[in-house]
Every structure is written in structure tokens, then in C-alpha cells.
């Protein structure tokens, strides 16, 4: 199969350290003749060739308006090049106008593929618009809501984002040491992602600061004290930065910046437990990378979260945007050193039973086969 893909994600252009998108997408290559990715990107990057048959385009377009146009360019010129078979697309918005646009002009089958929680949006979302598609979701609630918008099941496939969880068997136990003699062997709270609004760091802090703030911290007591390390970059790091400053927070919470992602295997380790704040979240890959290395979550209840996370089993759900019951689970696990293990092992056992890469990226390449026969037919 040719596969034409369109992408938000500029590390498939080299530009960022965070990340496995370039390891999963040479996968997906083993599978294909071809895949052509076009990746929304400002600035002037360069042609990014993968793996031998996977190379990456990127619109160097200075403004959003500017990718649409330069991204369909780019396409146009691959799909008059090539056969292609299937498109396919991130998002049902930018990416996913472009993939329908080419759909129509060179009579290609499409797919589209929700990384977000995007459906209380009402952008798109008319049936007649939306059965002209398949969608390739990554997770059962995202399913639900497609079908309630009147998208035919057929039309849907459940696939998580492949994760290598093998990777996280393969630790530094020097580094993971030196992790922890760095911030004195205090009880560290860790968090991954995209620095910006909807991975709502904003409250995290708040939470920490209540945390501090209680008169029967027992942690601060025992002398042992905690330490939030903050892994990522993005638009809402000066935002950051001033609230830790205003609640006097810089001994409790580092700002570490992106990390390449073979590092991240050793904070996972190092760490006691993950939180993941979001305000929305369709899957939350980091809640199963941590789970992969032996370690609970504790995280909003999103849409993604809910399915990665039995509550009070593997880690701990808590309601979105609310500081204080994210402060009362936060404090509770920094207080239950044994019972964090406990979660942390029954996390890691139920994510090889549930989440294997192999069979992640098998379902996805047999979804993409499915379309292009049902096309041909």
C-alpha cells in the first residue's frame, strides 16, 4: 500500500526531542510500499527520510492559514507522483479538510484518526458529512461518542496508539540512581506532556501548593519532602514558571524542558507516580508508559484516562479541574509509599495484557487494508 499522511507532530521532522512518533512510524513503513507524512511545521525545516520508504514533508508556512494551503500543494504533487491508496489524516479539522479535499479531486479513500477528544465541537459534525470517512480512534469512549453523532459503527475502529512497553524493561539502574540522589531521595511526582492549556499544569501547581500547605504534611515532617519534575515544553511554561514563583514553590517543582525519549524510561523508574491533569485527553499515552515501567497514575478523568486507569486498582481518577480532591489523592499516595507499588505492579501486568505495540500497529495496518479492499471492490 501507498499511504499519504497528514500530521500536527513535528519530531516526524526531526525538530523535537520528546517522543516515539519516529519509531512508530517506521513500523507502520515495514508495512507499506510507501507513506508520504506532510507535517504542519513554521519555519524552514528540511525533508526529513526516515526509514527508506517513510519520509516526512514539512510545510515551512509562516502562518496556520498558509499550512492548509501549502499542505495540499504538497499533496497534490505526492497523489499526481504516486498510486496512492489510502489518506490519512490526524484530526478531523486542518488535516483532516485537506485529506477530504484530495479524497474528492483523486477519488482516494480516507481515514481520520481522533487523536483528541474533539467531539463536543460542533465543527464537522454533521452525519451526512461524517459517513463519507472511516475514523480510526483510540478509544472506546471516542467510539461512543462518533456513533452518537450518527457515524455508522462499521465506519470505527478502537486501536490505541502503538507504545513500545519493551522499552521500559531496558532501565539504567546508574541513572535512575542518580535521579534520585539528585533531588535527595525526596518522593518525586512526575509529569509528561505539551506544555500548554489542555494538559492544565495550572492546576497541578494549585494542587501542589495545598499540599504544602497542609499543618499534617507528614512527608514535609519526616523530613523526606517531595519534588514535582515537570518533563515538556510548550506555550504555557511562563505561565508555569510565574505560579510556582507566587506560591514559593521552586524547591518542590523543576521545570526539566524536553527529554529525549529514550531518557524518559529512567524518570518513569525513578519516579513514585505519574499525574496527569488534563482537562481533556483521548487516550494519555504517558499514563501507559509509566504503567509500562511499574508506576501508578493519578489523573483527571478524561475520556482516555478512564480506559487506561481502573480507580483505586492500577492508580487514581479524580474529577476534572478540581484542585482539592487532585491535593487529597496526590497527598494520599505520597503518604502510601507500599500501596503506590502495589498499584504501580498490577498497573504494568494489566498494560502488557491490554497494550502491546506488536499488536497495536498489526490492527492498524489490517484497518488500512480493510479500507483500500472496500474501496476497490
Known amino acids: 500500500m501507498r499511504i499519504l499522511m497528514f500530521s500536527l507532530d513535528k519530531s516526524l521532522l526531526g525538530l523535537k526531542k520528546e517522543g516515539d512518533a519516529l519509531e512508530r512510524h517506521k513500523k507502520y513503513g515495514e508495512f507499506a510500499e510507501s507513506l508520504d507524512i506532510i507535517v504542519f511545521n513554521k519555519g524552514k525545516a528540511g525533508l526529513n527520510k526516515i526509514s527508506e520508504n517513510v519520509v516526512a514533508y514539512p510545510t515551512n508556512s509562516l ?16 497523489c499526481r507522483q504516486k498510486k496512492i491508496d489510502l489518506i490519512d489524516c490526524q484530526d478531523p479539522f486542518f488535516t483532516g479538510l485537506i485529506g477530504y479535499l484530495l479524497k474528492k479531486k483523486f477519488k482516494i479513500p480516507l481515514e481520520i484518526h481522533c487523536h483528541g477528544d474533539f467531539f463536543k465541537n460542533p465543527y464537522w459534525l454533521k452525519e451526512s458529512f461524517l459517513n463519507y470517512f472511516y475514523f480510526r480512534v483510540v478509544s472506546a ?16 475502529r478502537v486501536i490505541p496508539t502503538p507504545v513500545n512497553l519493551e522499552k521500559f ?49 507528614s512527608i514535609l515532617r ?57 482537562l481533556s485527553e483521548s487516550f494519555g499515552k504517558v499514563i501507559l508508559e509509566a504503567a509500562a515501567a511499574g508506576k501508578p497514575a493519578i489523573a483527571t478523568d478524561t475520556t482516555g484516562a478512564s480506559e487506561l486507569i481502573i480507580n483505586g ?25 507500599n500501596l503506590a507499588e502495589q498499584l504501580g505492579e498490577k498497573a504494568k501486568k494489566r498494560a502488557k495484557e491490554k497494550f502491546e505495540q506488536k499488536e497495536s500497529i498489526e490492527k492498524i495496518i489490517n484497518f488500512w487494508r480493510k479500507i483500500d479492499d472496500k474501496f476497490k471492490k
Open 222 to 278: 519526616k523530613g523526606e519532602g517531595f519534588i514535582c519534575l515537570i518533563i515538556g515544553q510548550g506555550r504555557e511554561e511562563e505561565e508555569i514558571k510565574s505560579r510556582i514563583k507566587i506560591y514559593k514553590l521552586e524547591e518542590n517543582v523543576k521545570l526539566l524542558g524536553g527529554i529525549e525519549h529514550s531518557q524518559l524510561v529512567n524518570y518513569y523508574r525513578a519516579c513514585d507516580f505519574l499525574v496527569l491533569p488534563s
Open 141 to 156: 469512549g471516542i467510539k461512543d461518542k462518533l456513533i452518537g453523532l450518527g457515524v455508522a459503527e462499521n465506519k470505527i
Open 63 to 78: 502562518f496556520k492559514l498558509n499550512h492548509i494551503f501549502r499542505a495540499y500543494q504538497i499533496g497534490e504533487e505526492i
Open 169 to 217: 524493561e531496558r532501565i539504567d539502574l546508574k541513572k535512575i540512581e542518580k535521579i534520585k540522589n539528585q533531588y535527595q531521595n525526596k518522593k518525586i511526582i512526575l509529569f509528561v506532556g505539551t506544555l500548554n492549556k489542555v494538559k492544565n499544569l495550572p492546576l497541578l501547581i494549585n494542587a501542589l501548593n495545598i499540599i504544602k500547605q497542609k499543618d499534617n504534611n
Open 313 to 337: 486498582e492500577t492508580g487514581f481518577l479524580t474529577p476534572i479541574n478540581n484542585q482539592e480532591k487532585l491535593a487529597e489523592k496526590i497527598y494520599f499516595l505520597l503518604n502510601e509509599e
